[in-house]
């Protein structure tokens, strides 16, 4: 817990419908309980490949099981539709060599979650690929080699770009996220980007959804862009048009309720005058009571 009182002290603020109905997306739960099966399954056919003496299939298929559970709990957080209490690291008068603001960071578990789910992903494709090799050097049927002959390629390519989004995700002065809100606009900084944009440049402030998430997108105004700063990283590079459009503030990922994210921005946005708050506690103050509409 940080030194603030980690509770809010009001009732919970308005659900906006654009986010529908206030309950886990519909569609992260059909897609828990079709890999939850797929990992009960995968167990299934692990001990019975185990029990027949075939090491690499029972591999194969413990892997299998491990890449459905780390995904599972990849998107577990977001289950949980709303938060009484503050994130657990949300600190105001902080800064890093720019201007003083609120940073709230991204928890702490996301990533290596992540990254242990693309590990075990890579795993379960490379022995998808050896077993593609054995049928390959043991069938004379033309038509199943060209299968495994294609197979192998899939599992090449799908392997390289889950060594790709491994190393994307160990990388990157700002590999932990966060996001900032200080007097002169806002920050976010995930990887080796930082997207900001001024106050003044903030053309709306409105709730949608993003990759079954709960999200706050906030858009310039006609004719500005959201301004980009990119290290090294390709895949940050290819995506640079994408991030000159949109500022994305996931809730879940920041462990805040959604509609106080959402008022939180829109709140200092609309009230150029209570900003310098964001440099002090005064802030976290009329967080906790809920005085943001």
């Not at 000159?244 to 609309?270: R, S, T």
Request: glycine share 8%.
């Amino acid at each position: 817990m940080s030194k603030y009182e980690n509770s809010t002290g009001h009732p919970p603020l308005a659900w906006p419908s654009a986010w529908g109905n206030e309950r886990p997306p519909a569609r992260l739960i059909a897609a828990l309980i079709v890999f939850g099966v797929g990992a009960v399954i995968g167990v299934l056919y692990a001990v019975s490949y185990s029990i027949s003496g075939n090491t690499l299939r029972a591999t194969y298929g413990f892997a299998g099981v491990l890449a459905a559970l780390t995904l599972c709990a990849t998107a577990l957080p977001n289950l949980r539709t709303r938060r009484r209490n503050l994130p657990r690291n949300i600190s105001p008068s902080y800064s890093s060599g720019g201007q003083p603001g609120l940073r709230i960071p991204y928890i702490s578990s996301w990533r290596p979650l992540v990254i242990a789910w693309l590990g075990s992903a890579v795993i379960f494709l490379v022995l998808r690929g050896l077993l593609f090799l054995s049928h390959l050097s043991s069938n004379t049927n033309s038509g199943r080699s060209a299968i495994d002959t294609g197979g192998i390629v899939v599992v090449v390519v799908a392997v390289a770009i889950g060594a790709f989004m491994i190393r994307y995700f160990l990388t990157g002065k700002n590999r932990n996220g966060s996001i900032t809100l200080t007097q002169s606009g806002i920050s976010l900084l995930f990887s080796s980007t930082v997207r900001s944009i001024s106050w003044d440049e903030v053309g709306d402030v409105s709730p949608c959804m993003v990759s079954n998430s709960r999200t706050v997108r906030i858009r310039p105004r006609s004719g500005n862009k959201i301004r980009v700063e990119i290290g090294r990283s390709l895949l940050d590079r290819m995506q640079r048009g994408y991030y000159q459009q949109n500022m994305d503030l996931i809730a879940w990922v920041l462990n805040i309720d959604p509609p106080l994210l959402l008022h939180l921005v829109q709140f200092y946005w609309q009230h150029p005058e209570a900003r310098i708050e964001l440099t002090t506690n005064v802030v976290i103050d009329r967080i906790q009571k809920g005085e943001l509409i």
